[in-house]
């Protein structure tokens, strides 16, 4: 394999990773799996994905996060201000 090969497979493997991990922290936001039961009266749900960048050693990454319909999840500090 080549550096820029194996540098190819390593930032996918970062992104499926991220990815992964924001989509089990929404679940864990939201209380429910994906296409499972939802709970009693829901007052928030999915809604698609976004596309971020993300910062890390090796630059910046672009990923496609989870997103929630009263969109509280994901939000930056800078979006709070």
């Given at each position: 394999?080549?550096?820029?090969e194996?540098?190819?497979?390593v930032r996918?493997f970062?992104k499926?990773?991220v990815?992964r991990a924001?989509g089990?922290?929404?679940?864990?936001?939201?209380?429910d799996?994906?296409?499972?039961?939802?709970?009693?009266?829901?007052?928030?749900?999915r809604?698609?994905?976004?596309?971020?960048t993300v910062?890390?050693?090796?630059?910046p990454?672009g990923?496609?996060g989870p997103?929630d319909r009263?969109?509280?999840?994901?939000?930056?500090?800078r979006?709070?201000?």
């Amino acid at each position: 394999m080549s550096p820029e090969e194996l540098d190819a497979a390593v930032r996918r493997f970062k992104k499926a990773m991220v990815e992964r991990a924001l989509g089990g922290e929404l679940t864990h936001h939201l209380g429910d799996p994906p296409g499972g039961t939802k709970p009693e009266d829901p007052t928030n749900h999915r809604n698609g994905s976004g596309s971020k960048t993300v910062l890390t050693d090796d630059g910046p990454l672009g990923i496609d996060g989870p997103r929630d319909r009263e969109g509280l999840f994901r939000r930056t500090p800078r979006e709070d201000s």
